[in-house]
């Protein structure tokens, strides 16, 4: 034994030592699946060493991105051993044994459509409810596509968000963000037509020109709100001193289109009339011969102690503006 020490030490050059025996085993498997965002050692290899430590930060080292769904990837030992080495381990310290590579596949959840919607609702329902404005319908437009993203080691989750931080007109526009061991993979959005609503007046009942416009007639109902909203009736108080300027259906949405000020002259009614221009201004009696509500044009009739009992004629005829109750006014 002991010559054949000394021998060995004859052979060796000057100052040269023994090989180290490696103390890290790597059995690589010929398949493998990736759950995560990154291949690590531990994915592909099982690693045997006296010293656990060190094999637990073998197990952690990075060995690139797994590939997408429905591919593989291969890593190899001469693949697994340069990483070692750029980790900072020896190449002498490292033997392998199983397969001369594994081929790798990602471990994969489908996120369906419905769980990118409800994410992306909870953050919709809280913008509508910041915004005072509780009366929105809203539904996904378009398709939301399922997403394959890696099951994770630890955890997955789905992070939205309302882009712009506000709600358009017609729309809201939010990002889904899914997130894999708290790092982001893939960020799908989700677009809801939102359709707006209020509350407005209609018609209780069939309503004939001329009808008074009051609480009686009238019944709240929810309107959509559109451009063509904006003369709708949304207050009792806009009722006051109203008729209804046409014949209106049950159930209709009354506008402000379907109503006017109710007549404050009355057919034969006596009122002074006023002939404004730039060089004259008269001031007269004459007799309504229609009835008139403030800002209509009604026909009266010029009256005098000569003719207060003749017959109207065209030359006693004139058009005039209702101003108030008691007064017309012709401009010229």
């Given at each position: 034994m002991n010559s054949t020490i000394a021998l060995l030490a004859m052979l060796l050059p000057q100052g040269a030592e023994p090989a180290a025996q490696p103390t890290l085993t790597i059995d690589l498997h010929a398949d493998?699946?990736?759950?995560g965002?990154?291949?690590?050692?531990?994915?592909?290899?099982?690693v045997r060493s006296e010293d656990t430590e060190r094999a637990e930060k073998v197990l952690e080292v990075d060995c690139g991105p797994p590939p997408q769904a429905g591919y593989t990837r291969e890593v190899s030992r001469h693949d697994?051993?340069?990483r070692l080495t750029r980790a900072g381990f020896k190449a002498t310290e490292i033997s392998f044994t199983g397969a001369q590579q594994s081929f790798v596949q990602p471990t994969i959840?489908?996120?369906?459509?419905?769980?990118?919607?409800?994410?992306?609702?909870?953050?919709?329902?809280?913008a509508i409810l910041a915004a005072k404005e509780p009366d929105i319908d809203y539904k996904p437009r378009g398709a939301v596509p399922m997403v394959r993203v890696p099951i994770g080691r630890g955890s997955r989750e789905l992070?939205?968000?309302?882009?712009?931080?506000?709600?358009?007109?017609?729309?809201?526009?939010?990002?889904?963000?899914?997130?894999v061991d708290g790092e982001s993979f893939k960020t799908v959005p989700v677009v809801f037509t939102l359709t707006r609503y209020c509350k407005v007046l209609a018609a209780a009942h069939?309503?004939?020109?001329?009808?008074?416009?009051?609480?009686?007639?009238?019944?709240?109902?929810?309107?959509?709100t559109t451009q063509g909203t904006a003369q709708t009736l949304t207050s009792l108080d806009q009722l006051k001193g109203m008729v209804a300027r046409r014949t209106v259906r049950a159930?209709?949405?009354?506008?402000?289109?379907?109503?006017?000020?109710r007549a404050v002259i009355g057919v034969g009614d006596i009122v002074e009339l006023n002939v404004r221009s730039a060089l004259v201004r008269i001031r007269t009696r004459v007799q309504a011969l229609e009835s008139g509500h403030v800002g209509k044009f009604i026909r009266v009739r010029r009256i005098d102690a000569s003719t207060r009992n003749q017959r109207t004629t065209a030359s006693t005829l004139l058009l005039?503006?209702?101003v108030s109750p008691e007064l017309v006014v012709i401009d010229s």
């Open positions: 493998a699946s990736v759950p965002l990154r291949i690590k050692v531990r994915d592909v290899a099982t697994l051993l340069l959840h489908n996120v369906t459509a419905a769980e990118l919607i409800k994410a992306a609702t909870e953050v919709l329902d809280r992070r939205a968000r309302l882009a712009r931080g506000r709600l358009d007109i017609s729309h809201a526009h939010c990002d889904v963000e899914i997130l069939g309503l004939r020109p001329g009808t008074p416009m009051n609480e009686s007639n009238v019944t709240w109902t929810r309107a959509e159930g209709e949405v009354l506008t402000m289109r379907h109503l006017q000020s005039a503006k209702v």
